[in-house]
């Protein structure tokens, strides 16, 4: 059996949720797929599945997590699994811990490949893995709403900025665009981040998309956004 704590808990199709989590060190990052052998219609969890097992960032997940057969780069955290539980519900400690031993300080770095503003183009070298801990420069993270969608800019250690990143971090992003007015929300937390003493962003790459006008490549977005001293627990309890 093996131990993650959770780092990403991200909007998948229909009510499935996509979840993602560190080894306690935080040396490898592990996306638990349910197995074959479960007969479960879906690999990923349902939004009531994380619930019950009280899985959402910070909490502690124990499963026996072996590799998927089909993982390769960049999606090399695929971990299938036949039993699941969360240990402990919530471990800030261990979560700012493994976030600060797998962070990177460049997007291009951490996924050793050339970033096309918003994406990895497909024609360019493959991308080593698919999620990234990303520390940002200090009072450069900055959350806005377009066009009814939560988004986030920001500025890596490298000196690249990043414009109108999509925010797919469940508990924030639905916290978020519920309010009366999710502008001023985001404006508000932009200056909650202001003050925190680390910011770390998981940012991450789906599967190759092509868009209309021909763009064809990884596309980013940032899965979750974690703060410290002040974690804004009351945002992900699902």
Request: net charge neutral; with cysteine.
């Amino acid at each position: 059996m093996g131990q993650i704590i959770v780092t990403d808990v991200t909007h998948f199709k229909d009510d499935h949720l996509c979840v993602a989590g560190l080894t306690m060190s935080g040396k490898r990052c592990v996306r638990p797929l349910k197995s074959r052998s479960l007969n479960a219609n879906h690999p990923y969890l349902t939004h009531a599945e994380c619930r019950a097992l009280g899985i959402r960032p910070g909490a502690v997940v124990e499963g026996d997590f072996v590799a998927a057969p089909d993982a390769h780069p960049p999606h090399i955290e695929d971990c299938v699994y036949q039993s699941i539980r969360c240990l402990a519900p919530f471990d800030q400690a261990s979560l700012s811990a493994a976030l600060a031993a797998s962070s990177v300080d460049s997007v291009s770095g951490g996924f050793q490949a050339t970033i096309n503003e918003k994406y990895i183009p497909i024609s360019s070298a493959t991308p080593v893995r698919s999620i990234i801990t990303l520390r940002p420069q200090p009072n450069t993270v900055e959350l806005t709403v377009g066009y009814g969608k939560l988004k986030v800019h920001f500025v890596d250690f490298g000196g690249t900025r990043y414009n109108w990143i999509p925010v797919t971090d469940v508990g924030l992003s639905d916290y978020i665009l519920s309010a009366p007015q999710p502008s001023v929300v985001a404006r508000q937390f932009t200056n909650l981040l202001a003050k925190q003493v680390d910011i770390f962003l998981r940012v991450g790459i789906g599967r190759p998309y092509a868009t209309p006008d021909g763009r064809h490549g990884y596309w980013l977005q940032v899965n979750s956004i974690l703060t410290f001293p002040h974690v804004l627990d009351e945002f992900r309890r699902y």
